[in-house]
């Protein structure tokens, strides 16, 4: 049984990576911030009797779960506003934050120790591989990060994404390929 210390010292472990993380599949800051809140509430009021190593693949599995709900909800408010747009005429508002301001924001203090040239250079590879993982299909996006970016093994990964681990060693072979040929065709090679 985790007891609250290791609760708080977990949850404080894995905020920015899961806030990163959020970003990148929902594509706008206020919702990612509200998904990794809720994800973390839930965790803590539903399993925090569990104990602590059980913490980081449940929590992954929650924040999958929110991130999936959120999707849910969106489409349905984006039919009825459809709908309701149709009756009265009115069109959809656009876009949302870039990521890469977040990225570059957590990064500033390292970015402020290199020099101009560095710093451009750095900041416009990130930018394309954001890019690069925008594009990717949602489930190969997902088992990507989850385990590139949250590190977690093939059977972890396969637990929080609910499918088998062929599955995510295929989505993630699928993914790197892509984002080798993406990254590739802008000069950026390993």
């Excluded at 990060?145 to 499918?163: I, K, N």
């Excluded at 892509?178 to 802008?186: F, H, I, Y």
Aim: include cysteine; glycine fraction near 4%.
């Amino acid at each position: 049984m985790a007891t609250e210390q290791e609760l708080s010292d977990f949850l404080k472990s894995v905020e920015k990576r899961a806030f990163k993380r959020a970003v990148w599949q929902v594509r706008d800051d206020d919702t990612a911030l509200d998904i990794v809140q809720d994800s973390m509430l839930k965790l803590a009021q539903r399993y925090g009797d569990r104990p602590a190593q059980e913490l980081p693949l449940l929590f992954q599995r929650i924040l999958a779960n929110q991130t999936m709900d959120w999707f849910r909800r969106q489409k349905t408010r984006d039919a009825h506003l459809a709908s309701a747009a149709d009756l009265i005429g009115g069109d959809e508002e656009e876009g949302g934050p870039d990521a890469l301001e977040v990225l570059q924001a957590i990064a500033g203090a390292e970015a402020a120790a290199e020099s101009a040239e560095t710093s451009l250079s750095r900041r416009e590879v990130l930018r394309l591989i954001e890019k690069a993982l925008q594009e990717l299909p949602a489930r190969q996006r997902e088992a990507f990060l989850l385990r590139y970016w949250e590190e977690l093994d093939v059977a972890e990964t396969a637990a929080v994404m609910g499918c088998s681990a062929g599955s995510v060693k295929t989505h993630c072979s699928r993914a790197t390929q892509a984002l080798a040929r993406t990254l590739q065709a802008q000069g950026i090679s390993p």
